[in-house]
């Protein structure tokens, strides 16, 4: 609420569309080409804790492939729907493309936390994004910088440096034991208690 209604403030209605254009774009983007691989993390590195690391590290390739290549398909969009636009909406567009890599750095930092069941962290940094990026845009808001690429910025920094910050604390969670799959918890004799025993 906060955000929305300071920048409206800011840059008025036609660089308001512009910026819901250039978070809009890099978000599909992130969403669709993540191909479900940080939902995948959560789940394999929840089903077997001791894989953590290993998990990671293996998903370290396929996540670069896909910021570059993501990237490279945001650049080509905002090309053809950027084109006779404005120098300030160039400009934003060329600094959102940061966003890519940061959301999806973001995606899976908080795919490794949420498997390794650390909701404090996951849930922090679930919320502070949004938090960072609308004090920034107080600051700017105070500050009378009415620039769209300033306020495309803010929000590629706040989204990017979260990104990073989420993928560092999972890293240095992450269990360096030997990959042990859990198995489901079942019924044992008459007690019907759930336990692990076989």
């Not at 910026?19 to 940080?38: C, D, E, K």
């Not at 908080?110 to 390794?116: A, I, N, R, S, V």
């Not at 929000?155 to 240095?172: D, E, Q």
């Amino acid at each position: 609420m906060l955000s929305g209604v300071l920048v409206a403030r800011l840059l008025g209605v036609e660089d308001r569309g512009h910026l819901a254009l250039l978070v809009l774009v890099p978000t599909v983007l992130s969403q669709i080409g993540g191909l479900g691989l940080p939902l995948a993390a959560t789940f394999h590195i929840a089903r077997a804790p001791g894989a953590t690391r290993a998990i990671m590290r293996s998903l370290w390739v396929p996540a670069l492939a896909q910021a570059v290549a993501l990237t490279f398909v945001h650049a080509v969009i905002l090309l053809f729907v950027l084109a006779g636009e404005a120098p300030r909406v160039q400009l934003g567009g060329a600094l959102s493309l940061g966003l890519v890599p940061g959301l999806l750095a973001y995606e899976y930092g908080q795919g490794f936390l949420q498997g390794q069941r650390r909701f404090r962290s996951f849930n922090v940094l679930r919320l502070l994004p949004q938090a960072l990026y609308s004090l920034a845009v107080l600051a700017l808001f105070l500050a009378s910088r009415d620039s769209l690429p300033i306020v495309v910025s803010a929000w590629v920094l706040s989204v990017t440096a979260l990104g990073a910050a989420a993928v560092v604390i999972a890293a240095r969670g992450a269990s360096n034991a030997t990959a042990e799959p859990s198995r489901p918890a079942r019924a044992c004799g008459s007690t019907r208690r759930w336990s692990g025993c076989s």
